[in-house]
């Protein structure tokens, strides 16, 4: 029901967001002003896919904003990284609603440049990496975060390097999430444990843990 009532809503749910997600007025002017700009760029960089444009308060911004409550605890001397964030989801979403630990991993110059140009113009202060995850090495990852990156799997693989017995991945999944896992317990040893969407009825939230290879 939740999920329904708010696709009926639209870009209107902004005037509920500070009961969903406890925000304040500043942080939904610039969520807004966020989406003002992913508009504007979007026919020259194709941020997101056109048949979520429509609905990009439900289908981008509400459903990062999911995740904040499953971090783990903010440490300055830690990193939090979404790979492959893309347009910044949930990268952006997170920092506008108060992290300052999180650093941005997309290959994509165009988006990359969008990433740098958007973060000025909402005053946020935040890392930006055009490169490959691969080539980032930082030993101080709390926290990893993926929205559309890869399987289970290949994200583990992807971000295995930077991964310590105190590193947390929270990310998005959709309906094959259990055969996701399954894979990924062939190569990986890890708890893991599962939070239903509040943008999909068919998506959850895994947040993974104590990651190490079999």
């Known amino acids: 029901m939740f999920c329904y009532t708010l696709k009926r809503k639209g870009s209107k749910v902004l005037k509920t967001l500070g009961s969903i997600c406890k925000i304040n007025r500043n942080q939904k002017k610039l969520l807004q002003k ?48 979404d790979v492959g964030t893309g347009a910044g989801f949930p990268g952006i979403v997170l920092a506008i609603m108060g992290r300052k630990d999180i650093l941005l991993c997309e290959k994509s110059y165009k988006k990359a440049i969008f990433l740098k140009e958007v973060t000025k113009e909402c005053f946020i202060d935040i890392k930006i990496y055009n490169c490959k995850i691969e080539e980032i090495l930082k030993k101080n990852v709390a926290v990893i975060v993926s929205r559309a990156y890869a399987s289970v799997k290949k994200l583990i693989l992807s971000v295995y390097h930077l991964i310590s017995s105190e590193t947390t991945l929270v990310i998005h999944k959709g309906k094959k999430y259990m055969d996701e896992i399954e894979e990924a317990k062939k190569i990986f040893i890890f708890s893991v444990k599962k939070f239903k969407s509040i943008t999909s009825n068919e998506g959850v939230i895994l947040k993974i843990e104590n990651i190490k290879k079999k």
């Open 34 to 81: 966020y989406v003002t700009s992913i508009k504007k760029y979007q026919n020259n960089v194709n941020l997101i896919g056109r048949s979520t444009f429509s609905n990009i308060w439900v289908r981008h911004i509400i459903d990062s904003m999911q995740i904040f409550y499953y971090l783990p605890k903010e440490n300055k001397n830690k990193l939090l990284i």
